[in-house]
């Protein structure tokens, strides 16, 4: 605790959504800011909410949540930006912890036997240093002490950014891109998909089509922001 007061002296820590100076005991967001997140609350109800019917009918799913609203542009969206352009993978760990603290007492992570982060793939996360899905997932562990698994699925092909396609774009640009690695590791095991923010639900989808290839096996998704952009 003195070393970490004597770095805060030397080089002050920020808030990532407001800018102000950061506690002593504040990670990364500040307590005003924490306090104001919009959270969803889909978690009390992860069988149906807005999240949850994007799947309906196109997915077996088990259950779904989203920690906030996202809205492009917005404050809170500084704090996704640095984590994915701006190296800042610690983000990423603080933002999972913070889910699973508030989701836990939900049961919401109840029977869970893996956690698995939608891949990237292999050029955009060497660009990038790490998967900010990857991240978040091990934030999650830290609290549940779910086994966050990178073997059993992979990205074969990065084909262009989901940002400014359309719902059919958007399906389009992700057939055919997870590839099955380790399908024995997943027999009869209930999956929960980990992604960062969930637009349409496309890239989620096509993975969890290839996780729901084994026998057995169950999948729910849980994302840290759901865009209804």
């Not at 109800?45 to 920690?67: C, H, K, M, Q, T």
């Not at 292999?122 to 991240?135: A, E, I, L």
């Not at 399906?171 to 997943?186: G, H, I, T, Y």
């Not at 989620?204 to 999948?219: I, M, S």
């Amino acid at each position: 605790m003195i070393v970490r007061r004597l770095l805060d002296l030397i080089a002050p820590r920020s808030c990532a959504i407001c800018g102000k100076r950061l506690g002593i005991y504040d990670e990364v967001l500040c307590p005003v800011c924490v306090l104001k997140l919009p959270r969803t609350d889909f978690w009390l109800s992860p069988l149906d909410n807005p999240l949850a019917r994007l799947f309906w009918g196109i997915i077996p799913v088990e259950r779904v949540a989203a920690y906030i609203y996202y809205a492009p542009g917005s404050e809170m969206a500084r704090v996704v930006y640095d984590l994915k352009y701006h190296y800042r993978p610690d983000i990423g760990i603080t933002l999972g912890r913070m889910m699973a603290t508030e989701l836990q007492s939900s049961g919401f992570f109840n029977g869970i036997d893996l956690l698995i982060p939608v891949p990237l793939a292999p050029r955009r996360q060497r660009q990038r240093g790490y998967n900010q899905s990857r991240q978040l997932a091990l934030g999650i562990s830290r609290i549940t002490g779910l086994t966050v698994s990178d073997s059993a699925v992979c990205r074969t092909i990065f084909k262009s950014s989901q940002t400014e396609l359309s719902r059919w774009d958007r399906q389009e640009n992700v057939k055919n891109v997870f590839s099955l690695r380790d399908a024995d590791s997943l027999r009869g095991r209930h999956i929960l998909l980990i992604d960062d923010i969930i637009t349409t639900g496309a890239t989620v989808t096509a993975c969890a089509r290839e996780l729901l290839q084994v026998d057995g096996v169950r999948v729910s998704i849980l994302s840290f922001g759901y865009s209804k952009s």
